[in-house]
């Protein structure tokens, strides 16, 4: 199963927002709900900042929110804040024959 | 409060074996689904392979990279989980994370990561 494809790379000045987007195929993000998104500190481990598709766990602001659209799933944040400045990694399931995770490659965040 | 904690991790040889442990405490461990994730130095995350809870059949699913080569396996009476890795390869050197598949209201939202461990460093190298 190939990783997702995600911009190596986006910036924005605090207070702006931005979006990441995350793009699959008709057998993982497509076809399921189950795509999750993670922030990763520089050596941290991922926390989970959105599961099934737009759904925020308690305690992550709601400055976080997902989205999908075909076989694109998407993270925005608004309100940019210089902790935000992190790895971001999309992530879907992709199917119970063989029950693939694939993750995207990555999107370092970078606050101006 | 929730608590991973891998070791286990260290310089092995290519060909050699290695098995890791994931301690797990603030949460009723026999009900989890446990994955394992890992990553690369300087790259992205890769899902590893995932071993359901008992009460679910305690069935384990692999990655194909790693297929035939890990096992995971699970003592709920340590509350501990295991990664055994044999015929390691160069490129399984990587950070190897612990994490438990999301509860929401006692369902499982597979493939979508909660908690996770600090992560221990595999090295294959000659």
């Known amino acids: 199963q190939s990783a997702l494809t995600q911009p190596a790379s986006v910036s924005g000045s605090p207070g702006q927002s931005i979006t990441i987007s995350c793009t699959g195929t008709s057998s993982d993000v497509g076809s399921y709900n189950l795509v999750s998104w993670y922030q990763q500190h520089p050596g941290k481990a991922p926390k989970l900042m959105i599961y099934?598709?737009?759904k925020r766990p308690s305690g992550v602001s709601n400055r976080f929110s997902g989205s999908k659209s075909g076989n694109t799933a998407s993270l925005t944040i608004s309100g940019l804040q210089a902790e935000d400045e992190a790895d971001y990694y999309c992530c879907s399931y992709a199917g119970s024959s063989t029950f693939d995770v694939v993750f995207g490659g990555g999107t370092k965040l970078t606050v101006l | 409060e929730v608590q991973l904690v891998e070791s286990g991790g260290g310089l092995v040889k290519p060909g050699g074996s290695l098995r890791l442990s994931c301690a797990a405490s603030?949460?009723?461990?026999?009900?989890?689904?446990m994955s394992w994730v890992r990553q690369a130095p300087g790259k992205g995350l890769e899902w590893v392979g995932r071993i359901k809870s008992k009460t679910d059949g305690g069935t384990t699913d692999y990655a194909a990279p790693v297929k035939g080569r890990f096992t995971i396996s699970r003592d709920d009476s340590k509350n501990t989980l295991y990664l055994q890795m044999n015929s390691l390869k160069t490129e399984d050197t990587a950070v190897y994370y612990c994490?438990?598949?999301?509860?929401?209201?006692?369902?499982?939202?597979?493939?979508?990561?909660?908690?996770w461990g600090q992560g221990t460093l595999v090295t294959v190298s000659s």
């Open positions: 603030g949460f009723t461990f026999s009900n989890a689904w």
């Open positions: 994490t438990t598949d999301l509860e929401v209201q006692g369902v499982i939202v597979t493939a979508n990561f909660d908690y």
């Open positions: 099934e598709v737009s």
